[in-house]
């Protein structure tokens, strides 16, 4: 079952499209200033290491990524999102697990399978 972004808080949302356009810039800027991510074993943290994250991740995989289920837990939103990329196999779903703070940015973002 496929879930539509829509249901989605606006700084998920809007980060899943800048992704998606490489905009690493305007992915920061749906982050907290202080905010965490975990991707691939590394841990950035502040908006700055996010965008140089994004830059990498852009250059290193061409990724694109479609949302394929949401839950809400509490105090988090799991996203299931099917990956695709220049990378072995081309295509993987990966779990992001977001936190948001109480101004409706992103505090923290786990990637993993």
């Known amino acids: 079952m496929t879930t ?3 249901v989605l808080a606006p700084a998920i949302e ?3 499209s800048a992704a998606n356009a490489r905009d690493s810039s305007a992915v920061a800027s749906f982050f907290a200033e ?6 691939e074993g590394h841990h950035r943290v502040g908006t700055l290491a996010i965008a140089q ?3 990498e991740t ?6 694109r990524v ?10 988090k939103v799991l996203v299931k999102q099917l990956v695709s ?14 936190r948001l ?3 409706g940015k992103i505090a923290r973002l786990d990637i993993s399978l």
């Open 4 to 6: 539509q972004t829509s």
């Open 14 to 16: 809007a980060y899943i």
């Open 34 to 39: 202080d905010a965490n991510v975990f991707d």
């Open 53 to 55: 994250w994004m830059d």
């Open 58 to 63: 852009a250059r290193k995989y061409q990724p």
């Open 66 to 75: 479609e949302v394929l289920d949401v839950a809400q837990r509490t105090g």
């Open 85 to 98: 990329g220049t990378f072995p196999g081309g295509s993987v779903e990966l779990r992001y697990v977001f």
């Open 101 to 103: 703070n109480e101004q």
